[in-house]
C-alpha cells in the first residue's frame, strides 16, 4: 500500500464528454504526477503539480488540465474526450523541490474507456 | 530522438533461474535510473534507483547495473520465483527535463 488513492476506479464515458479524475497523496507529499498508460505501453508523463502550481508538463494537449489543493490532493481533467484517451491514468505522489529526485508512489490507477 | 527501451517480448525462465532484464536509452543524459514493478491493473510499484556515478545497486534478491558508456542498464532477478512474475518497467530522469520518463516494460513470467 503505497497510500495513494484515486478514485473513481473504472468509468466509461463518450466521445466529446469530460471527465474528472481524482488523487489523493500519500500524507506528507507535496508533488503530485500524472500520467496515461495505454495498454501494453509504459506510463507517460502528462503533468506534475508541486505546491499548488503546474511545475512541467508532457506532450499531452491543452484539454489535459489539474489542479491541485492546499491539502495536496489532485484532479485531473479532460475536455472534449477521444477514443485515443482510453487508458489507465496514474496519478503519484512524492515529496520533492521542483525537480523531481526520488521515487515515486503510485495509485491503482483510474481505468477510463472511451466509447 | 529520445528512447527509453525494453524488451517487448515476454521474458519467459525456469523457477530458481537468474532474470536479466535490459533497458537501453538513446539521447538521455540521466542523473538516475529507476525500476518498478507492475502487476496486471495495477500501479507500478518502485523497486530500486541508481544514480549515474553507481555502477551497480542491489537489495536483496535484486540487483541493478548503470552503464552511462553503453546508455544501458541491467536488472537481474536472482533465485527467481513464480511471484516475481509481473511486468518491470525501467525509468529515468533526465538531466534537462527533470521528470521520470518510463520505458515500456518487459513482461517476465517464471514458471515452477
Known amino acids: 500500500e503505497t497510500g495513494v488513492t484515486q478514485s473513481p476506479t473504472h468509468l466509461i464515458k463518450t466521445r466529446g464528454q469530460q471527465v474528472t479524475l481524482r488523487c489523493s497523496s500519500q500524507?506528507?507529499?507535496?508533488?503530485v504526477s500524472w500520467y496515461q498508460q495505454a495498454l501494453g505501453q509504459g506510463p507517460q508523463f502528462i503533468f506534475q503539480y508541486y505546491r499548488e502550481e503546474e511545475n512541467g508538463r508532457g506532450n499531452f494537449p491543452p484539454r489535459f488540465s489539474g489542479l491541485q489543493f492546499p491539502n495536496y490532493s489532485s484532479e485531473l481533467n479532460v475536455n472534449a474526450l477521444e477514443l485515443d484517451d482510453s487508458a489507465l491514468y496514474l496519478c503519484?505522489?512524492?515529496?520533492?523541490?521542483?525537480?523531481?529526485?526520488?521515487?515515486?508512489?503510485f495509485g491503482e490507477g483510474s481505468r477510463l474507456t472511451v466509447l | 530522438s529520445q528512447k527509453i527501451e525494453q524488451n517487448s517480448e515476454a521474458l519467459n525462465i525456469q523457477e530458481g533461474k537468474t532474470a536479466t532484464l535490459t533497458c537501453n536509452y538513446t539521447?538521455?543524459?540521466?542523473?538516475?535510473l529507476q525500476w518498478y514493478r507492475q502487476d496486471p491493473g495495477r500501479g507500478p510499484v518502485f523497486l530500486l534507483l541508481?544514480?549515474?556515478?553507481?555502477k551497480e545497486k542491489r537489495k536483496e534478491r535484486l540487483k541493478v547495473t548503470f552503464d552511462t558508456t553503453l546508455k544501458q542498464s541491467l536488472f537481474h532477478i536472482t533465485a527467481s520465483q513464480p511471484a516475481d512474475s509481473a511486468t518491470y518497467l525501467c525509468a529515468l530522469v533526465d538531466t534537462g527535463f527533470q521528470k521520470l520518463v518510463f520505458g515500456t516494460g518487459t513482461r517476465l513470467l517464471v514458471s515452477p
Open positions: 503519484a505522489s512524492s515529496l520533492e523541490g521542483p525537480s523531481n529526485t526520488g521515487e515515486l508512489f
Open positions: 539521447n538521455y543524459s540521466p542523473a538516475y
Open positions: 541508481i544514480r549515474e556515478n553507481e
Open positions: 500524507s506528507g507529499h507535496n508533488t
